[in-house]
């Protein structure tokens, strides 16, 4: 796909992985709608992105926001959805591990109401997550969420085929989404990485490649792209 000139509607894309690829798309001539709950945070827009105060759980407004925007060419959706419930299963509070899926709600809601206005040589990208064929201790609900993301758009694809529909399945990412700062935030995603093949946390522009990536190659759908430093096999 020639992204210029292409009309790109980004969950998420204020912050972290779906603020560089609402960069990238821009830099590539589309026109990006970068969607998030509190948008008002990004101070500076790149050419050709407007934002949207939307959250993607809300699934009338979602609906809503659809209906009126219409004709459309790209989606992705990498808006965390809401909190993420962090050690072992056995003591997990569970109200906690089912919020973990605001995530797959998020995102399902989005697939609903956005593909009947996607045109039919656009295409999905949603972010799942390493963890989701390899849980290491304490990812139990995070690896749960993101198996379900990437069994739902295998599933999906040949339903809405011939708009197609990929994944992203980021390692460790240094973003926004880690709230930990100076050395404890060093110290965290050395721990964290620190086996991986590439041992070191990616970046959100590592990541918005992938997706750029399984925008533009229009021979791949229902497929998952790994980028995360060789997680899967550390
Ligand atoms: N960073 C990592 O290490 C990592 C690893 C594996 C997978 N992932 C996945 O990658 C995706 C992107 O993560 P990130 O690191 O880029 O996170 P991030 O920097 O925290 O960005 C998340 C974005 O989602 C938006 N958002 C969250 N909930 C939303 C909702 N309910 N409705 C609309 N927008 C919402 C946030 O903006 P508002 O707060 O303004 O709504 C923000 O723009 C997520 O799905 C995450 O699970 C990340």
Redesign the pocket.
């Known amino acids: 796909m020639n992204i210029n000139g292409k009309k790109a509607i980004v969950?998420?894309?204020?912050?972290?992985?779906?603020?560089s690829t609402t960069k990238m798309l821009s830099e590539k001539g589309a026109h990006v709608i970068a969607?998030?709950?509190?948008?008002e945070?990004l101070e500076t827009l790149p050419k050709n992105v407007t934002t949207r105060k939307?959250?993607?759980?809300d699934r009338e407004a979602v609906e809503k926001f659809f209906d009126e925007e219409g004709e459309f060419d790209i989606l992705v959706n990498?808006?965390?959805?809401?909190s993420r419930a962090v050690g072992p299963f056995l003591s997990m509070d569970l109200e906690g591990y089912k919020a973990s899926f605001?995530?797959l709600w998020?995102y399902t809601n989005v697939v609903k109401y956005g593909t009947k206005h996607l045109k039919n040589d656009g295409n999905i990208v949603l972010?799942?997550?390493?963890p989701a064929r390899k849980c290491r201790p304490g990812q139990i609900a995070?690896s749960s969420v993101?198996g379900a993301v990437e069994a739902f758009a295998r599933g999906i694809a040949p339903e809405i085929a011939p708009k197609r529909i990929n994944i992203v399945a980021?390692?460790?990412?240094d973003?926004?989404?880690?709230p930990l700062e100076g050395k404890a935030r060093e110290d965290y995603y050395n721990n964290t990485t620190g086996n991986n093949l590439i041992p070191r946390?990616g970046t959100?522009d590592e990541v918005a490649k992938g997706i750029i990536f399984a925008i533009e190659n229009e021979f791949i759908t229902g497929t998952t792209i790994d980028i995360d430093g060789g997680w899967l096999l550390s």
């Open positions: 969950f998420g894309g204020t912050s972290g992985i779906g603020l969607i998030s709950r509190n948008p945070k939307l959250n993607a759980l990498s808006a965390t959805g809401g605001d995530k998020g972010v799942s997550g390493s995070i993101g980021p390692g460790i990412i973003t926004p989404m880690s946390a959100s």
